[in-house]
C-alpha cells in the first residue's frame, strides 16, 4: 500500500516536470498567460475594494482583508489542483470518447494516471495572484500560515469535488455540463464570505459538497485556531479525496471501451 | 442580405436543436444571481447605495449578465480556433463576407439565448425581490434597443479580439482583460459606486454602454438616460463592426495556405 503511493506520488512528479517542460517550450506565451490570469483574477480585487469603500463597515462580519484571504486561497489551490491535475476537468470527455483506454492500458492506477497527465499554463497565473495577493493585503503570520496550509486542502478538495463531478457520466451519460457547473459552483462558492449563504445551503457546503473547507474554514483557523477544527479540516479534505476515488473506480467498472486510436505527444 | 437571412435561420435551427449546450449554462446563470442577491440581502439594510436600492440592484445585476449571457460568447473561442487551426482559409472562399456570416451564423444562439435568459432574468427578478416599483412600459421598446446594440456591439468586440490570433500567437489575455473590464465597469456594480471623475470618463466608453447602460435603463428609467446612450451605444456600435472588418482585412494578408 505505501509503496503504491509512493509510486504514484512519483509519477505525479514525473508528468509535472514534463508538463512544465512542455509549456514552457514556447516562454513568451506561456507569461503572457499567467500574466494574463493573474491581471483576470484583479479585477474582483477591484470590485471588493469598492464595495468595501462604498459600503463603509464589514459584510456579513468580514474585512477587505478577509475577502482578499479567500480570494488568495482559493486562487493558489484551485491554481495548484491545475497545475498538477488540469485532466480532472476532462475526465467525462475522456468517458465518452474512449480516450480513457489508453490508461487503463498502463501499469498505474488509471485515476492518478489520466489527471495528472496535463497542466494548465494559465493555473500559473492563479497560483501567483493568491501570493501577491497575501503580500499585499499584510496578512498576520497566522493567515500565511493557514494559508500555506489551505492551498493545499484547497488544492485537493477542489480536485476531488471535479472528480465527483465529471465521473458522474461513469453512471448516468454524459454529465459533462453538470460537472462543470459543479466546478463554477465550487469556486463561486468559496470566494463570498460564508455569512451571506444560510439555511439549506449552507448545510449542503458544509457537508456533501464541502466546498467550505476550501476557504472559509482556513480563515476562521487563520483568526481562531483550534487544534479540533484543524484536524476536522484535514479529516474532511483526506475524506473527500477516497470519496472521489470509490465513486471514479467503482464508475470504472460500468466504463465501456471504444475503438478510438489516439497519439499521446 | 438574403443569404445572410438564410444562414441566420439556419443558425436558429442548430440553437433549437443543440438546447443541452444552453442548460449548463441557465445553471451557471442561477447560481451567479442567487450569489449576488445573497451578497447585496447582507449588504442592505432597507436603505439606498449610490442612488440603488436592493430590489432595483438584484434586477441590475439580472440584467447585467442577461446582456453577456446573450453576446454569443463562443465567438471568441471560434475566431481564435479557426484562425490557429487555419480552417478559416476554407472560409475565404465561400461567396459571403466573412464577418458578417459569422454574426448571421451566431444569430440563433444570441436569439435563443435571449429567448431563454429574458425569461430567466424575469422570474428571478420576481421571485427574489419582487416586481420594480415604477417600472413604466412605456420604456420597453427604449430597453430593447439598448439591449440589441449591447450584444451586437459586444458580439464584435469579441470578434476583433479572437482575430487577433492573427497577430499574436497567445490573444487570450486580451480576452480576459476586455471581460474583467466589463464586469468591473458595470456588470458587477453601476458605475455610480465609482468616484464622480471615473463615472464622467465611463459613461462614453464601450464597457459601461454595453452593461450599465442597457440595464439602468430597466432599473431607473428616463427618457434623458435613453436619449443620451442610445445615439453612444450605435456610434461604438458602428465602430465595432468597422473594428471586426479592419482587424480581419489586415489580418487575414497573413493567412498561408500550403495546401489542403
Request: aromatic share 18%.
Amino acid at each position: 500500500m505505501f509503496m503504491e503511493v509512493k509510486k504514484h506520488i512519483k509519477l505525479i512528479g514525473k508528468y509535472f516536470i514534463f508538463n512544465l517542460a512542455a509549456i514552457t517550450e514556447y516562454r513568451t506565451s506561456f507569461i503572457v498567460q499567467v500574466f494574463g490570469m493573474a491581471l483576470n483574477n484583479a479585477s474582483f480585487a477591484f470590485f471588493w475594494w469598492v464595495l468595501f469603500d462604498k459600503v463603509g463597515a464589514g459584510i456579513g462580519g468580514y474585512d477587505f482583508r478577509d475577502v482578499m484571504f479567500l480570494w488568495a486561497v482559493a486562487s493558489t489551490g484551485f491554481g495548484l489542483a491545475h497545475v498538477f491535475f488540469a485532466n480532472a476537468n476532462r475526465i467525462s470527455g475522456m468517458i465518452i470518447t474512449g480516450e480513457l483506454d489508453t490508461y487503463l492500458l498502463q501499469p498505474k492506477n488509471p485515476l492518478i494516471n489520466s489527471i495528472s497527465a496535463r497542466m494548465s499554463a494559465t493555473s500559473w497565473g492563479d497560483v501567483l495572484y493568491g501570493i501577491i495577493l497575501m503580500a499585499l493585503i499584510k496578512a498576520s503570520i497566522g493567515m500565511w500560515l493557514m494559508f500555506g496550509i489551505g492551498i493545499f486542502t484547497a488544492a485537493l478538495l477542489i480536485t476531488s469535488i471535479t472528480v465527483v463531478g465529471q465521473s458522474l457520466t461513469f453512471y448516468f451519460g454524459n454529465m459533462e455540463a453538470v460537472g462543470r457547473s459543479l466546478r463554477e459552483f465550487t469556486i463561486t462558492f468559496s470566494i463570498y464570505p460564508e455569512s451571506i449563504f444560510k439555511g439549506p445551503l449552507k448545510v449542503l457546503i458544509m457537508t456533501a459538497i464541502p466546498i467550505g473547507f476550501i476557504t472559509h474554514v482556513p480563515l476562521r483557523l487563520a483568526h481562531e485556531f483550534s487544534w479540533g477544527i484543524f484536524f476536522l479540516l484535514l479529516g474532511v479534505a483526506a475524506a473527500y479525496c477516497l470519496f472521489a476515488f470509490v465513486i471514479y473506480m467503482n464508475g470504472l467498472k460500468k466504463y465501456e471501451s471504444g475503438n478510438l486510436i489516439i497519439t499521446r505527444m | 442580405m438574403r443569404k445572410y437571412m438564410a444562414i441566420a435561420g439556419i443558425s436558429i435551427k442548430n440553437a433549437l436543436v443543440y438546447r443541452a449546450n444552453v442548460t449548463g449554462r441557465a445553471i451557471f446563470y442561477f447560481i451567479f444571481i442567487f450569489v449576488f442577491f445573497s451578497l447585496w440581502s447582507v449588504i442592505y439594510s432597507g436603505n439606498e447605495i449610490a442612488g440603488y436600492n436592493l430590489t432595483q440592484m438584484i434586477w441590475y445585476v439580472c440584467m447585467t449578465e442577461l446582456v453577456m449571457f446573450c453576446s454569443g460568447s463562443g465567438i471568441f473561442g471560434r475566431m481564435n480556433q479557426e484562425v490557429k487551426s487555419g480552417s478559416i482559409a476554407y472560409q475565404l472562399l465561400r461567396p459571403w463576407n466573412y464577418i458578417f456570416k459569422q454574426f448571421a451564423g451566431t444569430l440563433g444562439e444570441i436569439t435563443f439565448s435571449a429567448s431563454i435568459f429574458t425569461l430567466m432574468a424575469i422570474i428571478m427578478g420576481l421571485v427574489f425581490v419582487g416586481p420594480l416599483a415604477g417600472f413604466d412600459p412605456v420604456a420597453i421598446p427604449f430597453i430593447i434597443v439598448s439591449f440589441m446594440l449591447s450584444i451586437t456591439m459586444n458580439f464584435f468586440f469579441l470578434m476583433s479580439i479572437g482575430l487577433l490570433a492573427f497577430y499574436f500567437e497567445e490573444n487570450t489575455p486580451f480576452f480576459f482583460i476586455y471581460n474583467k473590464l466589463l464586469f468591473v465597469f458595470g456588470m458587477l456594480i453601476p458605475i455610480e459606486f465609482l468616484p464622480l471623475w471615473a463615472q464622467g470618463i465611463l459613461r462614453y466608453l464601450p464597457f459601461s454602454l454595453i452593461t450599465w447602460a442597457p440595464a439602468k435603463m430597466v432599473v431607473k428609467f428616463s427618457f434623458e438616460h435613453a436619449l443620451a446612450v442610445i445615439p453612444l451605444q450605435a456610434g461604438w456600435c458602428v465602430l465595432a463592426v468597422l473594428l471586426a472588418l479592419f482587424v480581419f482585412s489586415r489580418g487575414v494578408r497573413k493567412v498561408n495556405v500550403h495546401g489542403g
